[in-house]
């Protein structure tokens, strides 16, 4: 993606947090605020596409999220439904791709025929690659990595002597994703909550107390320009 500026981050992840405080400061159930999340992932995708970065990741749904109670688990699940309905004419027109990262042995099949829906009918679009983390956590994409590698070393097909981190990177689910170069969080909080810990190891991380309902395509611009004054050295030193 050789168009893009060098001071223009080319992976861009966000941790969409605050939906349920969005909600209960206006007096809705929790659901309203994880669907006005949903159609926020629109307009923020979209800002993406034009600033010129190529890939957005947004954490939809946690490992740990399973643990909320069952009817807002539901709802979240319906999230790929959501961008189906709602998002698809404005993706399909900016040319953004949607492809999920995580695990899937969990989901429901209906999500899951949702997810390959969306995955194959916008497979050649170029613009930007929106990402979508669904019952994904860093641990546990470590550990299905880990058992895969043990299980090819143990048939032959993959030797310790050959095994580095270009192997390892292809055994993630981001597989064939760049590196994180920017990472927001919104709504106050600042830790990473097991969200693409790998792929971030040399992310410029930024945060808002913003719930992300409210972080608008202008909050998103001014996020970027944060980023473009940063100095990134990736463990050397520069000036």
């Known amino acids: ?36 999340g949903a159609l926020n992932v629109r307009d923020i995708a979209l800002t993406a596409a034009d600033a010129g970065i190529g890939v957005l990741s947004v954490f939809a749904f946690s490992t740990e999220n399973w643990q909320r109670p069952k009817d807002e688990v539901e709802r979240l699940m319906s999230l790929p439904a959501e961008l189906d309905t709602v998002l698809w004419d404005k993706l399909d027109a900016a040319s953004i791709r949607v492809r999920f990262s995580g695990r899937r042995d969990r989901l429901a099949r209906e999500t899951l025929d949702v997810m390959d829906k969306l995955e194959k009918k916008t497979y050649a679009a170029e613009r930007l690659t929106l990402n979508i983390c669904l019952d994904y956590g860093s641990h546990d994409e470590w550990l299905q990595a880990t058992k895969h590698l043990a299980a090819q070393v143990k048939a032959g097909t993959l030797s310790l002597e050959t095994l580095d981190v270009s192997t390892l990177e292809s055994a993630l689910y981001t597989r064939g994703l760049p590196p994180v170069d920017f990472l927001i969080r919104t709504s106050g909080e600042q830790r990473l909550s097991n ?17 992300w309902p ?7 611009k001014r996020a970027l320009k944060v980023y473009q004054k940063r100095t990134r050295k990736f463990g050397g030193v520069k000036g």
Do not use: C
């Open 1 to 36: 993606m050789s168009h893009i500026p060098k001071t223009m981050p080319n992976h861009v992840a966000i941790i969409l947090d605050g939906n349920g405080r969005w909600a209960k400061k206006r007096g809705r159930p929790r659901h309203e605020g994880h669907r006005a």
């Open 195 to 211: 969200f693409l810990l790998f792929q971030s190891a040399y992310a410029e991380l930024y945060f808002t107390r913003i719930l």
């Open 214 to 220: 409210d972080f608008k395509p202008n909050h998103f």
